[in-house]
């Protein structure tokens, strides 16, 4: 009988923000031989981490001591300043030669002033953006832009394999976040059109599985026409893959980047009604895909 031999450890790694994205990659980065360091201020999500074999520490600055590359992903302004240059954050943590990969969807004069601010203790920050929904991301079917050092850069590639599909190094840093703005212009738009496919399909008389169906093997498919269509088909906008009081913070942030550098966003623009919409009707904590819902409301009034 043949003695068993210890998981061989591809590194070391840490993860600060352990939510619907963060969570994911810890749970990749874990599958893929990594020993986890993660820290999170919600305790289910802590949980979550020690369930994989990950290590939970008590704060982020605890995390950063420890780790040589870091995963940040955060939901908001506030939870970013706290988690980076808070009196737990990394910066009170970290070593120099440190590398922060940050991917979440923030203003780019946010990442770049807290690349500065790191710069000044030694501590590498790369702009990582993260095209993929949470969905997406929970299957390893997100795509990483990476942005800024490329020494850097090639010192993450091993992670970026373990945690996501495919990682494109775009340049110097911020040019992952532009890309990423313009991803999410293109989701914003393609998910409410494929709501009114499906209202369409609905006042048609044509069966919302029957259409999904045919329509994704054809030209007229997305991303978001696949991944969005199932809940849509179910009416179920449950779990949230991406909530809709937290794309807000999305929207914002395009409509601001397109305003700086002066494009037209007409469809972007008009789309941005209808997510209003879903927030004040009480879908906030659900799925962006609840836009189908709202559009659906609006079809019956005109029957009416």
Do not use: W
């Not at 009170?92 to 923030?106: C, F, N, P, Q």
């Not at 169906?213 to 849509?232: L, Q, W």
């Amino acid at each position: 009988m043949k003695a068993k031999t210890a998981k061989r450890s591809a590194g070391t790694v840490g993860v600060v923000g352990l939510g619907i994205m963060g969570g994911a990659f810890a749970k990749h980065l874990s599958a893929a031989g990594f020993e986890v360091a993660g820290f999170d201020i919600a305790p289910a999500a802590i949980k979550a981490l020690k369930k994989l074999g990950g290590v939970a520490a008590a704060s982020a600055a605890e995390v950063a001591a420890s780790q040589k590359i870091i995963i940040t992903s955060l939901p908001s302004y506030a939870a970013f300043e706290a988690a980076l240059f808070g009196k737990d954050g990394i910066a009170a943590g970290a070593k120099r030669d440190t590398i922060v990969v940050e991917v979440s969807t923030l203003p780019l004069k946010l990442k770049e002033d807290a690349r500065k601010r790191f710069a000044k203790i030694g501590v590498i920050m790369l702009d990582c953006p993260i095209s993929g929904t949470g969905a997406q991301a929970a299957a390893k079917d997100a795509i990483v832009y990476a942005s800024g050092d490329a020494a850097a850069y090639k010192k993450c590639k091993a992670v970026f394999a373990g945690m996501a599909r495919n990682t494109y190094y775009c340049g110097k840093f911020g040019i992952g976040s532009k890309l990423k703005f313009i991803a999410n212009h293109l989701v914003t738009i393609h998910n409410l059109s494929t709501a009114e496919a499906f209202v369409m399909a609905e006042e048609a008389g044509v069966d919302a599985t029957l259409m999904y169906n045919v329509i994704k093997d054809g030209a007229g498919t997305s991303r978001m026409f696949e991944v969005r269509g199932p809940m849509m088909i179910k009416r179920n906008y449950l779990p949230a893959t991406m909530k809709v009081d937290v794309y807000q913070k999305d929207i914002a942030i395009i409509g601001a980047f397109a305003k700086a550098i002066k494009t037209p966003t007409p469809l972007f623009t008009l789309s941005k009604k209808y997510y209003d919409m879903a927030m004040k009707a009480g879908f906030d904590k659900q799925d962006t895909a609840a836009v189908h819902e709202v559009l659906r409301r609006v079809a019956r009034k005109r029957r009416i």
